[in-house]
């Protein structure tokens, strides 16, 4: 494909613009039916099977899986897929059975740091809120990054162009309506990328016809499917362990598990979530193992557009502009949400502010700093996929220790404390620098030539195991 755009900058702009206000529109009319803060935060807890499903699905395929699992496929093949698939879907099914316990536990809840306040100290507490407030902040540059990156790569729209657009029109209607506004217009987003991602299957599959199979992969690139090949199972694992771990901390996911009208609607939507989620990744990754056969050189995170634009048609460009604007705005808008709400129902207990303080204005006020934050981030164009890398490590090596607690009583702030902390030592220790070529341990503090081959190839999976699972041994320490 040749470097000229393929729709003008007008073009591009117009269609940010129309659709940006059009969800504008629809959340702030949606909005004014439903006030006060229990909408803001909980929508009322009212919320029923199509809506909740649609919410939950929309809020976890965000813009990322334009980029990737296309990505990851090229040099993790089959396993990565996969990894990235189930990593993505497993806290629907892990929210079944929690979702359950937590809403017993605590009926007029609406967070999971609250169960953390109630079970441990002030310190750690903290330290969880920040760490998840960390991890959403992110997860929105990337967001507002991918689709400017997006926009630029099919009209030359400059970078900070999009992301005001975007960021302006969605804390637009979500500061206003809380999850209430969240949730109605992912119903109508989920709907739109149902629609254009089918249309892209009808295409790729018309364009590419017999290379766009298992056959095809297998004749040009047989590693990529090979049970044996190694980087396979260890990419499988790392994505699953770093996108899972991530995921269930994710505020906006605790927020739908509380704003579902009963457990009942609650594991249904949960299930279908888990259902339609994994073949979407599951599609998004393939494309890229079919993109990097048919071309090497390929650049990895475009293999989708390099499919669907193949014959460069104004159409479309257009559906995929549509379709990356529906994926970011409906993870923004929950991710603003989540962060927002977190600080109203936890700001009490973590800043020492004046009795009278309204924290759902302080939350907004923190919420456009931020976004202001992610504004330059994503005008710059900056690679995040490392800091969303150090970001995946906190939430792993965490995670054990605060969900293990939901089941075990005996588990008291020092112990999650020291486990927290060990995990991420270890996980410190291993974590790649960003070349990937070393880390602190290997090739830093010591010769990389002391370790075996596979540990210096496998940083980031050995780094997301040790966070994850060291945590383990203090837990087996206190009982002796």
């Known amino acids: 494909m040749n470097k000229s755009f393929l729709i003008s900058q007008s073009t591009s702009l117009t269609l940010v613009i129309v659709i940006s206000l059009l969800f504008v529109f629809l959340g702030l009319y949606n909005s004014k039916k439903y006030r006060g803060l229990n909408n803001y935060l909980i929508a009322n807890r009212n919320i029923g099977l199509f809506s909740l499903t649609t919410s939950l699905t929309a809020s976890a395929l965000g813009a990322w899986i334009l980029f990737g699992p296309a990505s990851a496929s090229t040099w993790g093949g089959m396993g990565a897929i996969i990894g990235y698939s189930l990593g993505t879907a497993f806290p ?4 079944i059975y929690l979702g359950k316990k937590i809403r017993k536990e605590f009926p007029k809840g609406s967070s999971l740091i609250e169960f953390t306040r109630k079970k441990f100290g002030k310190s750690l507490f903290k ?5 998840t407030i960390f991890y959403m902040f992110i997860f929105l540059c990337a967001e507002v990054t991918a ?8 009209s030359g729209t400059e970078l900070w162009i999009t992301a005001l657009i975007v960021l302006l029109s969605t804390l637009a209607y979500t500061l206003y309506g809380g999850l209430r506004a969240s949730i109605f217009t992912d119903n109508i987003q989920m709907v739109v990328i149902g629609v254009l991602l089918l249309i ?17 992969i297998k004749k040009k690139n047989p590693q990529l499917l090979s049970p044996s090949y190694l980087p396979s199972y260890t990419a499988g694992l790392t994505f699953f362990i ?3 771990a991530t995921n269930l901390f994710h505020q906006g996911n605790w927020q739908r598990v509380y704003a579902a009208k009963n457990y009942e609607t609650l594991k249904k939507s949960l299930i279908i979530s888990f259902f339609i989620i994994i073949p979407v990744v599951f599609y998004m990754g393939f494309t890229g193992m079919v993109a990097f056969s048919i071309d090497p050189t390929t650049r990895p995170d475009l293999g989708f557009f390099t499919l669907l634009l193949k014959e460069q048609t104004e ?7 549509i379709l990356g604007l529906a994926l970011t705005i409906s993870t923004v808008d929950t991710l603003v949400n989540a962060i927002s709400s977190l600080i109203v129902v936890d700001g009490k207990a973590t800043f020492n502010l004046e009795k009278k303080t309204n ?17 330059i981030v994503a005008s710059k164009g900056f690679d995040i996929l490392y800091l969303f890398l150090l970001a995946d490590l906190f939430c792993c090596a965490f995670v054990l220790t605060v969900f293990y607690s939901f089941y075990n009583k005996s588990i008291n702030e020092r112990t999650a404390y020291v486990s927290i902390i060990i995990g991420l030592i270890g996980g410190f220790l291993m974590f790649p620098t960003p070349d990937f070529s070393k880390s602190l341990l290997v090739g830093i503090l010591l010769p990389k030539e002391l370790f075996a081959p596979f540990v210096s190839q496998s940083l980031l999976f050995l780094s997301f195991v040790i966070a994850t699972f060291l945590p383990l041994i203090v837990f087996k320490a206190k009982r002796f």
Do not use: H, P, Q, R
């Open 242 to 244: 770093a996108v899972a």
């Open 200 to 216: 892209s299957v009808s295409y790729i599959t018309s364009f590419t016809g017999s290379e766009f199979s298992f056959d095809f």
């Open 147 to 154: 689709v400017a990156v997006l926009i630029n790569y099919i």
């Open 315 to 321: 159409l479309l460009s257009i559906v995929v502009i």
């Open 127 to 131: 330290l969880i809120l920040l760490m």
């Open 359 to 375: 924290y759902l204005n302080v939350s907004k006020y923190i919420i456009l700093f931020l976004s202001l934050i992610s504004f």
């Open 92 to 95: 629907m099914f892990f929210l």
